[in-house]
């Protein structure tokens, strides 16, 4: 009898043992009321910029990181917030480059400068091409977004293509010319990212 | 043996033709730059650089900096623009001597008033040395005066001596071909042409006439044509129709073609022209080519340009002739270029051309 306690306790044990990563994982993924936690794990961002004389530029980065938690309920806005290092902005000249981070975007004035942040995003639903709204911190500044996004399912993740449009002058960013050539007003942002199931509650920076 | 030394004239003539100019860079659609107005005076691309086009021109190569008006404010009226640039070349034909010259052009743009501009260029050609022999004489021409009316943002007026619009706004890519199907006239006959383009479109319209460069009178050619360019992707390619009719006392002409510049990303692309051409000569012979640039260009970095260009030359039943050009550019400092290439002409005789050219640039 005692043996066949014994050998119970061990089974629940080992039962246990096995378990417990997967409710570890489970806990990860679901630490708030119905929401999973995703994280960015590659992604790129790109900022369209028409010049007033005709052509456009653009300028793209890869630091795009942080994580959302993705909310059964569409109507409240996504827990967590999406961060993009404006410093490594690259627009393919090297000295545009540098006007772009230091003269316009002013990067070097603090972390409110140095990087763009989508908070409060809203989507109306999680998968095929939806509408959303987002809070963009930018510049110091922090402005509602309206734009388009295409979700898909992918793996145990998803894949995000979206973009929106963005008022230079509605951040208080000074009207970028050079030479005669300007950035028309309206510049326009497009986030292509893939996002998975978060491992552990840490917000670690995906480049 | 009289042949052999009039076929090789030929192709050295060809080649010199057929030199590409370093300042036309339609290769810039990479960084999504769809028109060539926005660096150059003339919309039609090469020439004087604007001087937001001097700011980019500085700023691809090693020692990229500011220009020194930098400091101007953005909206303020370049009254005079110009540049002079030498060129130091030596070409090494196949087999023959080095053969070594020295170009100086000196070109400017004078501004009026904001909507008007007389645009001029003249050069100073030195005669190809060799160690062996001296050929020709010094020359020296005006290639371009014209006066340009630009009413409002998108719209301009050109009048004068110039270059014809083209697809690719790169000279040097008919130049190989020009002298087969378009031989004896002048390449900067006397216009009047408008350009029209927006974000979208790009159109360019013209009627020529002789300016007296024409080897003999009956090449004086009278003509019009048209040239317009859709932006298809993302202001990362333009793609296009041309077509062109002339007369002349010896020839009447009929030109259509097609037109490509795509860049697939800011370091790799492919420029593309192709156009078929009728001419009805005054002996009654008919002729048909169908001629053709490509080219693969890599950008490795702003200040090192690469591009492998293949082009043909085909006269329906009759000769055929390729030719295949790799080149590098080194953009050292905003005044110093080096240029290195290779040309190998596949025709009746087969050549290759070892050349390389330093540009020393003032403006």
Not at chain 2, 108 to 128: D, E, I, K, L
Not at chain 2, 142 to 163: N, Q
Request: glycine share 8%.
């Amino acid at each position: 009898m005692a043996t066949n306690t014994r050998v119970s306790t061990y089974r629940i044990l080992l039962v246990a043992l096995f378990l417990f990563p997967l409710t570890l994982r489970a806990q990860d993924a679901t630490p708030d009321a119905g929401q999973t936690k995703l994280r960015v794990m590659s992604g790129q961002v790109s900022v369209l910029c028409p010049l007033t004389i005709g052509g456009s530029f653009e300028a793209r980065t890869k630091a795009l990181s942080g994580q959302v938690g993705m909310a059964p309920d569409n109507s409240k806005p996504l827990d967590g917030d999406l961060a993009v290092d404006l410093q490594t902005l690259e627009t393919g000249i090297g000295l545009r480059d540098d006007h772009l981070r230091r003269k316009y975007l002013e990067v070097e004035r603090g972390p409110e400068y140095s990087q763009a942040r989508l908070r409060n995003i809203r989507v109306d639903k999680l998968a095929g091409k939806t509408p959303f709204h987002a809070v963009l911190m930018l510049h110091g500044q922090t402005k509602e977004v309206t734009g388009t996004a295409d979700i898909k399912p992918e793996g145990d993740g998803y894949k995000l293509i979206a973009s929106f449009p963005v008022r230079v002058s509605e951040f208080g960013i000074p009207e970028p010319t050079y030479l005669g050539v300007g950035v028309k007003d309206e510049v326009v942002v497009r986030v292509n990212m893939n996002a998975a199931p978060a491992p552990a509650a840490t917000s670690g920076r995906t480049k | 043996m009289h042949c052999k030394f009039s076929c090789r004239l030929f192709i050295v003539v060809l080649l010199v033709l057929a030199a590409r100019h370093a300042d036309a860079y339609p290769n810039m659609i990479r960084l999504g730059y769809t028109s060539c107005a926005t660096c150059h005076v003339s919309p039609q691309g090469g020439g004087v650089l604007t001087r937001y086009g001097r700011g980019i021109d500085y700023a691809q190569t090693i020692r990229a900096g500011e220009p020194p008006d930098a400091e101007v404010p953005s909206d303020a009226l370049s009254r005079f623009l110009y540049d002079v640039r030498l060129q130091m070349s030596v070409d090494h034909p196949q087999g023959g001597a080095e053969e070594y010259s020295f170009n100086t052009n000196f070109r400017t743009a004078v501004a009026v008033n904001a909507q008007n501009r007389v645009v001029y260029a003249f050069g100073v050609r030195s005669p190809a040395l060799s160690l062996n022999r001296r050929m020709g004489a010094a020359s020296l021409g005006m290639s371009r005066l014209y006066w340009m009316y630009e009413p409002k943002e998108g719209l301009a007026v050109v009048v004068g001596r110039d270059d014809l619009p083209s697809g690719l706004g790169l000279p040097g890519a008919n130049s190989f071909y020009r002298s087969v199907n378009n031989p004896n006239v002048s390449s900067t006959p006397t216009q009047a042409k408008v350009f029209w383009w927006n974000k979208r479109w790009q159109v360019a319209t013209y009627a020529y006439g002789p300016d007296g460069n024409e080897t003999q009178p009956q090449f004086e050619a009278r003509g019009a044509g048209a040239m317009g360019g859709m932006n298809v992707w993302r202001d990362h390619a333009v793609v296009g129709l041309t077509t062109r009719v002339s007369k002349a006392d010896a020839f009447d002409r009929r030109n259509a073609g097609v037109f490509a510049r795509v860049g697939f990303n800011e370091h790799l692309g492919v420029l593309a022209e192709h156009d078929v051409t009728g001419r009805e000569l005054s002996t009654g012979q008919r002729l048909t080519h169908v001629a053709g640039h490509a080219e693969v260009f890599f950008v490795p970095f702003n200040w090192l340009q690469t591009a492998l260009a293949a082009e043909h030359m085909n006269t329906v039943g009759g000769a055929t002739t390729y030719r295949l050009s790799p080149s590098a550019e080194v953009r050292l400092t905003p005044n110093f270029r080096l240029q290195f290439s290779t040309r190998s002409v596949y025709a009746d005789t087969d050549s290759r051309t070892y050349s390389i050219q330093l540009q020393v640039k003032a403006e």
